[in-house]
């Protein structure tokens, strides 16, 4: 009995297992989405002058108000509209989760020890993160509604706005560092972060990464004031959850990957100090993706929603050359041996 113990936590220790599941993975992400959505309504809340979550449990700030929400999304009805295209209208939710969570997989939170220890964990993590657009137009589509459509439509723009100059921006600190390893790059950021050594990076990255996840100001696709909620108009109970759930986990994990790149990851817990370190490290990380995330969840409260035009011109028209000026500032810092 104790030794099949020992073998389950034995596996459940072993990184292809924790990373997906544990950390940085299913449970984290879970973590990360119900604390993100109760610090945004605190902080609009701060910031606005109104009242936040309050009234359910005032000493507690308000917190099991989420659990009210989640109970109310696993109970909800689920209505399917006649008209629409029943199985991608189905699927498609659990599909754009599953490609939201995917990418952790490539993501270290401690030398050698990711889900999927690659060379190349920067691009693949990217890509996969990139295929989440592909899901939304699958549910604008199969719901078969002017709104829907028209938001399926608005998410097809903003991609090929944001999605270039995100890759540049990352790729430049690939070039800048000569390597495409998430591990390498932040093992070569123990002295100087990649935002320090590169600013016109980290700041199209970021900017690209609010695009991504469709946060605000950049909340286009589903701007409630025009279409209603976008492609997501009809969904309901547990799918709208997953709908909502997935650019919540897309931005954590372009967040952890911002942090690796820009904020030096792990360090200073790990490197020169040691493996006893190892937990320390992995905390650091969270700690730094976490104050990412939490000021990407108070921008909402102090900026309205741009325009799909002018989105749509800051990404071509201010992102995508900085990012270019990003590779050549990369390129000559690797030309004078900065790096």
Not at 15 to 26: D, K, N, Q
Not at 127 to 143: G, K, N, Q, R, Y
Not at 227 to 250: D, K, N
């Amino acid at each position: 009995m104790w030794e099949l113990i020992d073998v389950i936590i034995r596996l459940l220790l072993s990184p292809p297992v924790f990373a997906p599941l544990i950390y940085p993975g299913l449970v984290t992400v879970l973590i990360i989405l119900v604390s993100l959505i109760w610090l945004g309504r605190k902080i609009a809340a701060k910031v606005q002058l109104r009242y936040g979550p309050y009234y359910i449990a005032k000493r507690l700030g308000g917190a099991p108000q989420l659990i009210a929400d989640a109970i109310r999304f696993m109970f909800q009805e689920v209505i399917v509209p006649r008209t629409a295209d029943k199985i991608p209208y189905l699927l498609a939710p659990a599909l754009a989760m599953t490609l939201g969570l995917v990418p952790v997989v490539f993501i270290p939170v401690a030398p050698g020890f990711a889900g999927i220890v690659t060379s190349y964990s920067l691009p693949l993590a990217l890509a996969l993160s990139s295929l989440l657009p592909i899901t939304v137009i699958l549910m604008a589509w199969s719901a078969n509604n002017k709104f829907t459509i028209q938001g399926g439509v608005r998410e097809a723009f903003m991609v090929i706005a944001y999605e270039i100059p995100l890759f540049v921006a990352a790729l430049s600190m690939g070039l800048a560092y000569g390597t495409l390893s998430l591990e390498e790059i932040v093992e070569k950021q123990v002295l100087v972060p990649g935002a320090v050594l590169n600013p016109l990076a980290a700041f199209v990255f970021y900017v690209s990464m609010l695009m991504s996840a469709g946060k605000l100001p950049f909340d286009i696709v589903e701007g409630e004031q025009e279409i209603v909620a976008g492609p997501f108009t009809e969904y309901s109970g547990i799918l709208y959850g997953l709908v909502m759930g997935a650019s919540y986990a897309q931005l954590y994990v372009l967040s952890m990957i911002f942090t690796e790149v820009f904020l030096a990851g792990w360090h200073p817990f790990i490197g020169s100090l040691g493996a006893l370190y190892l937990p320390l490290g992995g905390l650091a990380l969270f700690v730094k993706a976490y104050l990412v995330l939490a000021f990407s969840v108070f921008l909402r409260s102090v900026y309205g929603r741009y325009r799909l035009d002018y989105a749509l011109r800051i990404g071509w028209e201010r992102l995508f050359p900085l990012s270019v000026l990003a590779l050549f500032l990369s390129l000559g810092l690797r030309v004078v041996g900065v790096v």
